[in-house]
């Protein structure tokens, strides 16, 4: 039986008279990768905020892991993984103190943290590097941290809010390959992004229109409905719709 990790119905968000986010409904399958894509302005960290618990929405009913998003926002903060665009690291700190400070964030015990912080850096190959200052880092090693940090805990789902911003294709791939494997491991992955081609990557997809859900499904499902060869033909016939609709 497939269980539904997130639950939202008639999500509606509103910052005085505009509309972020105008009646979501949506669910998130446990173990699955859910791409959140959109233009940008399109209401996807909006709405993400308000699945983390940082956030109230104005209206509609919404649970994320079991949890009411209204009443039980710290429970659910407990149960969830997320790495905001800036990869939300401090960058006066060195790589060692990071993954030090973010899992006793997470509520990991002294001797767990310093297990799982060394199992890490030896899985990073970032053993030689532990005192650098993130600071002096390159991106993409930021990016492959702050990932590995958002799930030090091993939370039921990590929310990835435009991780793959700014950096190669190369390393876009090898991230991609680090969200399949928390994925093979039990974790749901919830991944804003504007990049159309890691739509391809995702079990379903849904796409953003001014604040509003315009599609939703597998990307191959998607590109039959939309006779498109890429789910980036696909977000530009439903943009474009939707432009029309408005003229």
């Known amino acids: 039986m497939i269980t539904n990790i997130i639950i939202v119905k008639d999500l509606v968000k509103k910052f005085g008279s505009f509309v972020a986010n105008d009646h979501l409904t949506f669910e998130v399958r446990k173990g699955e990768i859910f791409g959140f894509l959109g233009a940008n302005g399109a209401g996807k960290t909006t709405a993400i905020r308000i699945l983390c618990g940082l956030s109230f929405p104005t209206s509609g009913e919404l649970s994320v892991a079991g949890y009411n998003v209204y009443t039980q926002r710290e429970k659910i903060k407990q149960n969830i993984g997320y790495m905001s665009q800036k990869f939300s690291l401090y960058d006066d700190l060195t790589i060692f103190e990071n993954i ?30 532990r005192n650098k200052l993130i600071r002096d880092i390159p991106l993409g090693w930021k990016q492959k941290l702050a990932f590995s940090v958002a799930i030090i805990h091993d939370p039921k789902i990590v929310f990835l809010d435009e991780p793959t911003g700014g950096v190669d294709p190369i390393t876009r791939r090898q991230f991609w390959d680090m969200i399949y494997e928390a994925a093979r491991n039990g974790i749901t992955v919830f991944v804003t992004t504007h990049y159309m081609d890691e739509a391809e990557y995702c079990d379903r997809v849904s796409i953003m229109v001014d604040g509003r859900i315009a599609a939703l499904d597998t990307p191959v499902a998607l ?13 530009l016939k439903l943009a474009r719709a939707q432009t029309k609709e408005v003229a």
């Open 223 to 235: 590109r039959e409905k939309y006779q498109a060869r890429n789910m980036n033909e696909v977000f």
């Open 100 to 129: 030090r400070f973010y899992a006793a964030i997470y509520g990991l015990s002294r001797k767990d943290i310093d297990n799982r912080a060394e199992i890490l850096m030896k899985k990073l190959n970032l053993e030689d590097a």
